[in-house]
């Protein structure tokens, strides 16, 4: 009885896990939804990243013109300031170049040795009353200083009622051309013309200019007793 038990069992069991398999078969598998993105999500977003977009090239354009207009002004007022500075310079060097008339090449009679004291003096007074030494560059103010001592070893070297030598007048010489050249290159006053305008046409003969003139002359008269007949 025992035996005829246990088969039947085993059968039911086996039905009964073949009706759970064929049940899971019909049975629907689960689907995982996907999250829809709310109303209007994509349509706000391309609106950010459009303002975005905008906000920063406008402060990359604003800081392009910020810059390019502040280096114009660099440039605008080192023009100014270096215009008005060469203005100033020229005014001063002229004044100067007008007291170096004192160390000439050429005397008609040498002067006297105390007459240094006071080319000494009108080159002071340049330097200081006139402001002219705030203008001098570092090469002119070397050569300036240079020529003063010059002017001062040459007024100590004998008695003030002496005559200056032929060899004072050419040491003090060169002192001055060698400021007067100075001058001359801190304001180009040396340089080329970069502008060279063209050599005129030469005018045309005597001879051939009367005779184009007569016959004009003659042109004219011609023409006027032909329109004159009746």
Same mark, same amino acid.
């Given at each position: 009885?025992?035996?005829?038990?246990?088969? #039947?069992r085993?059968?039911?069991?086996?039905?009964r896990?073949a009706d759970?398999?064929?049940? #899971?078969r019909?049975?629907?598998?689960?689907t995982?939804?996907r #999250?829809?993105?709310p109303?209007?999500?994509g349509e706000?977003?391309?609106?950010?990243?459009?303002?975005?977009?905008?906000?920063?090239?406008?402060a990359?354009g604003?800081?392009?013109?910020?810059? $390019? $207009?502040?280096?114009?002004m660099q440039r605008?007022?080192a +023009?100014?300031?270096?215009?008005?500075? /060469?203005? &100033? *310079?020229?005014e001063?060097?002229?004044s100067?170049?007008? &007291? $170096?008339?004192?160390l000439? #090449?050429?005397?008609?009679?040498?002067p006297?040795? /105390?007459?240094? &004291?006071?080319?000494?003096?009108?080159f002071?007074?340049?330097?200081?009353s006139?402001?002219?030494?705030?203008?001098?560059?570092?090469?002119?103010?070397?050569? +300036?200083?240079?020529?003063?001592?010059?002017?001062?070893t040459?007024?100590r070297e004998?008695?003030?009622?002496?005559q200056?030598?032929d060899?004072d007048?050419?040491?003090?010489?060169r002192?001055g051309e060698?400021?007067?050249? &100075?001058?001359?290159?801190d304001?180009?006053a040396?340089?080329?013309?970069?502008?060279i305008g063209r050599?005129?046409?030469?005018p045309?003969?005597?001879s051939?200019?009367?005779k184009?003139r *007569?016959?004009?002359?003659?042109?004219?008269?011609?023409?006027?007793?032909?329109?004159?007949?009746?």
């Amino acid at each position: 009885m025992e035996f005829m038990v246990a088969p #039947r069992r085993a059968s039911m069991l086996s039905s009964r896990r073949a009706d759970h398999a064929l049940a #899971r078969r019909k049975l629907p598998r689960p689907t995982r939804r996907r #999250r829809e993105a709310p109303p209007g999500g994509g349509e706000h977003m391309e609106l950010l990243v459009g303002f975005l977009g905008a906000l920063v090239g406008a402060a990359a354009g604003g800081l392009s013109v910020f810059l $390019t $207009t502040r280096a114009q002004m660099q440039r605008e007022l080192a +023009y100014t300031y270096d215009r008005e500075l /060469r203005a &100033r *310079r020229m005014e001063a060097y002229v004044s100067l170049y007008k &007291r $170096t008339d004192k160390l000439p #090449r050429y005397w008609p009679i040498n002067p006297e040795r /105390r007459e240094l &004291r006071d080319f000494s003096e009108a080159f002071h007074e340049w330097y200081f009353s006139e402001a002219g030494g705030l203008f001098l560059s570092d090469d002119a103010k070397e050569s +300036y200083f240079s020529a003063m001592g010059v002017m001062a070893t040459v007024a100590r070297e004998g008695s003030e009622q002496d005559q200056l030598s032929d060899g004072d007048i050419d040491r003090l010489w060169r002192a001055g051309e060698t400021l007067r050249g &100075r001058l001359a290159a801190d304001i180009g006053a040396a340089e080329d013309l970069r502008f060279i305008g063209r050599v005129p046409e030469m005018p045309p003969a005597p001879s051939v200019r009367m005779k184009d003139r *007569r016959d004009n002359h003659l042109t004219t008269r011609t023409h006027n007793r032909w329109h004159a007949r009746p």
